[in-house]
């Protein structure tokens, strides 16, 4: 071959990759090979079915949403229903899709299934949302039936309700659960006042799943009222064991005593005091038998350590007294002063 030949046909092979490069890198760009979708969704057990309370926002890049089917034929969403929905891809920018099942993720839904539809510019996903077993219906209405009955809106998917009574802006009283959407609190409600009740509504299958809290309307008790419900109603029965010892007064090294009309009340592993009037500690100390007690927000005793004001406390594990002058048992060596501060 002659060599000019020959170096003319290596020169237009150049080119010719070069020119073809660009085409290749765009043909490849214009695939779309994996799919992320975020679904959100806004309903309800028990609320009408609807597509519009769902959003859908894809995070992968190449493609968007055309439009979604709810498969759900429900008029309402039922306890057990499990939401499906149909969701049509388009490619954007002439892109084509060549996606596997694999490439594909769902944020807030589970991916059932997936195919082209028409032709390579159209994916088709069926998602599906978790079961509204795992919800608990709102309470819409909570009033009174009576100066001392309480009712609320039943709630689906409840198995039970908390409620918790307050007079003049302090609560009255442990907290009480009930399978009825109403309770009678004339027990708790003999003395004159302003009171209002507050209920959530508790997962049938579970209980760590529960409703926001609903405030009743307040009811005042004058004085005939009260007097009315102190013929009516007995005082609340006792709910655990009278001891000996003052009411209110933890014992060394243990969680602390129960009073049936007032002083420690026990609710599962948590503990609140209740004073003599009703009342209770929220977000503060209180000085109980010559101890220091914080509670918090709610009403129950912290234990551990605690900021407050600027400083560090420790109230003890077992008996949940601060704890003062001595090292602290949480294994890292620190000592708390005569007031209960740590020192640094």
């Known amino acids: 071959m002659d060599r000019r030949i020959g170096k003319m046909i290596g020169i ?7 020119l073809a490069a660009p085409f290749i890198s765009l043909a490849d760009d214009d695939v779309i090979d994996r799919i992320t979708l975020e679904v959100t969704a806004d309903i309800q057990v028990g ?23 709810l498969l759900n034929t429900n008029k309402v969403w039922g306890s057990t229903d499990v939401p499906r929905i149909i969701v049509y891809l388009r490619a954007t920018d002439g892109g084509t899709f060549d996606v596997k099942p694999a490439a594909i993720r769902i944020k807030g839904a589970d991916y059932e299934y997936g195919h082209y539809d028409e ?19 709102g309470i819409t209405e909570a009033y009174w039936n009576s100066p001392a ?35 009678d609190w004339g027990s708790y409600m003999r003395a004159e006042g302003t009171y209002y009740y507050k209920v959530c509504a508790v997962n049938r299958w ?4 529960r409703s926001r809290w609903k405030d009743s309307a307040a009811v005042v008790l004058d004085s005939a ?11 609340p029965a006792a709910n655990g064991p009278v001891t000996e010892t003052t009411a209110g007064q933890p014992a060394a090294g243990t969680q602390p005593y129960y009073h049936d009309m007032y002083g420690w009340i026990p609710e599962g592993t948590r503990w609140w005091y209740r004073n003599a009037d009703g009342s209770y500690t929220a977000s503060n100390w209180q000085f109980i038998d010559d101890k220091w007690y914080y509670f918090d927000s709610e009403g129950y005793m912290v234990t551990g350590w605690i900021d407050w004001n600027g400083k560090s406390y420790y109230c003890d594990p077992e008996s949940g007294a601060m704890l003062t002058n001595t090292i602290v048992p949480d294994g890292l060596g620190l000592r708390v002063d005569s007031s209960g501060a740590l020192i640094e």
């Open 149 to 183: 009955a309480a009712e609320w809106s039943p709630s689906a998917n409840a198995g039970y309700y908390e409620i918790r009574l307050y007079k003049d802006g302090k609560r009255q009283g442990p907290s009480v659960t009930t399978e009825s959407a109403s309770y």
């Open 47 to 69: 609320e009408a079915c609807s597509i519009r309370d769902f959003g859908f926002e894809v995070l992968s890049e190449g493609c968007e949403v055309r439009e979604a089917e």
């Open 206 to 209: 579970d209980a760590a799943i």
């Open 119 to 137: 032709n390579l510019f159209v994916y088709v996903l069926q998602i599906r949302l978790p079961s509204l077993r795992e919800q608990v219906g």
């Open 12 to 18: 237009a092979a150049v080119i010719a990759v070069t």
């Open 225 to 235: 009222a009260a007097e009315q419900n102190r013929q009516k109603y007995p005082p």
